[in-house]
């Protein structure tokens, strides 16, 4: 079955980085639109970042400049590497593929941001 486990959160200053990681299992990975969103405490999940299967990607204007997201295809992985960190990035963060018209979920990572 399609499987994808987040890894990386944590707790950051303001100003720091994180790397976020998606492994993804149970399907062809490349074959998998893959999205990074995430979900503050009170407020409804938001799409941070999306790669296509040929590798395009597009940014919620939010996180545009601060936020990359990459896919390893032979690693069955995608990343997201945040930069310039701030305390509203606060949330837990989810991957999610739509792989054959239906979209799977991980069970997220908590990233805090804090002084």
């Known amino acids: 079955q399609v499987q994808l486990v987040e890894s990386g959160g944590g707790l950051v200053q303001p100003g720091g980085s994180l790397r976020l990681s998606c492994l993804g299992s149970g399907f062809t990975f490349s074959l998998g639109a893959m999205t990074w969103y995430r979900q503050a405490p009170g407020k409804e999940r938001e799409l941070c970042a999306h790669?296509?299967?040929?590798?395009?990607?597009t940014y919620a204007e939010s996180v545009k400049d601060r936020f990359t997201i990459s896919r390893d295809n032979s690693k069955s992985t995608v990343y997201l590497q945040m930069n310039s960190l701030k305390p509203e990035d606060t949330a837990v963060y989810y991957c999610?593929?739509?792989?054959?018209?239906?979209?799977?979920w991980g069970q997220g990572t908590q990233v805090t941001v804090s002084s």
């Open positions: 790669i296509s299967r040929a590798g395009g990607t």
């Open positions: 999610k593929v739509l792989y054959g018209g239906v979209s799977y």
